[in-house]
């Protein structure tokens, strides 16, 4: 096969060399002054980035920004794209940046701490505007010890740090919090159906140490206590925010005989889709044998005709960009809560008495 040639008349794009030529100076100071990492006279770094500025050279977004053209841009950070909890975030993050005329540049991390503080130093290194963190992590100490210097270091570029749907990490860390009513949600969820006279109530998706789920657990135990009904371990069961995982709890469940459970809390919309499947191939209905409320009020709610609490995804991506460019911004250990409420459909059935 030929290979493939630039036409005669492209444009020549300039080299490091052109520059070098241009400022009258070397191929290695142009690189250190680009670099940042050369303490050069101010007139040396002058010639360099007039060099540069006349020639359009870009060897990297480094050198574009020192150049005087650095990119409008903000980077959302997400677990999937797959999600639909994720997807209707970056959807307000897009949306908002449209509007202030600013690309919107999307990373992934699969879940892996160590991938998310990598695309962090990758959208530092592009020099994005702010870098918005979206979703369920576990907060440890050695979390919060390199979110903090991230947030340092991307506030030292000009950047800044922001915690959609995550707690503060302190009160000397630059990083913004945008955060939804997680635990008030949870507990109204399931008000819900203590209201409708239910006192057995199942909850899958407990993980212990994840800051969402972690927080909806918290509201159920809550409102529990609340309704003097005696919290039972055994009522909670452990997976992910996944619909397998609703099917694969849900089904462990009744395979462990009798049924011990009138309603079910389940962590997300996800799971609860997972388990109406299980119930279903039992040959059980829902309201009718067992109720049934979810979190979220994303795909698959409504379809399954979910009781299940809103949560304002789209409004997370818009505040999460208008408070990294707002001239004022909210305190560290202040978060900025958005208001969830409950969306009643038909999956929930009032016991006698109730």
């Known amino acids: 096969m030929p290979r493939r040639t630039a036409p005669d008349n492209a444009p020549r794009l300039a080299t490091i060399r052109d520059v070098a030529r241009r400022a009258g100076v070397s191929v290695a100071t142009v690189s250190r002054i680009l670099s940042g990492t050369y303490p050069s006279a101010p007139a040396t770094r002058a010639k360099v980035l007039h060099a540069v500025r006349e020639l359009d050279y870009v060897a990297n977004a480094h050198a574009r920004g020192l150049a ?23 959807q307000g993050v897009q949306e908002e940046a449209a509007r202030q005329g600013r690309l919107c540049i999307v990373g992934t991390t699969g879940g892996d701490p160590e991938r998310e503080l990598a695309t962090i130093q990758l959208m530092r290194q592009e020099q994005a505007e702010a870098v918005i963190l979206v979703g369920n992590i576990v907060a440890d100490d050695a979390y919060r010890e390199r979110m903090a210097h991230y947030a340092r270091a991307l506030a030292q570029a000009g950047s800044q740090l922001v915690l959609c749907g995550r707690p503060p990490l302190g009160p000397d860390v630059p990083a913004i919090v945008v955060e939804y009513e997680n635990t008030v949600g949870a507990h109204a969820i399931t008000s819900h159906l203590l209201s409708a006279g ?124 208008r408070l990294a460019f707002a001239s004022e911004k909210p305190a560290a250990l202040h978060p900025v809560l958005l208001g969830t409420h409950i969306v009643v459909r038909d999956s929930v059935h009032r016991l006698r008495g109730g």
């Open 198 to 321: 239910h006192r057995r109530i199942l909850f899958l998706g407990r993980r212990t140490g994840y800051t969402t789920p972690d927080s909806r657990i918290a509201g159920y135990r809550a409102a529990l206590a609340e309704h003097r009904v005696p919290h039972d371990p055994d009522l909670e069961a452990d997976g992910t925010m996944e619909r397998a995982e609703g099917h694969r709890m849900m089904r462990e469940r009744l395979d462990r005989g009798p049924r011990d459970f009138t309603a079910v809390f389940a962590g997300n919309d996800l799971i609860a889709a997972g388990a109406r499947d299980a119930l279903r191939e039992r040959g059980l209905r829902i309201p009718d044998d067992i109720s049934m409320v979810g979190f979220d009020d994303l795909p698959p709610a409504a379809d399954i005709d979910l009781t299940t609490v809103h949560v304002p995804h789209e409004e997370l991506g818009r505040t999460a960009v």
């Open 68 to 90: 005087g053209v650095r990119p409008k841009s903000v980077a959302i950070v997400v677990n999937s794209v797959v999600s639909p909890h994720y997807a209707h975030v970056a």
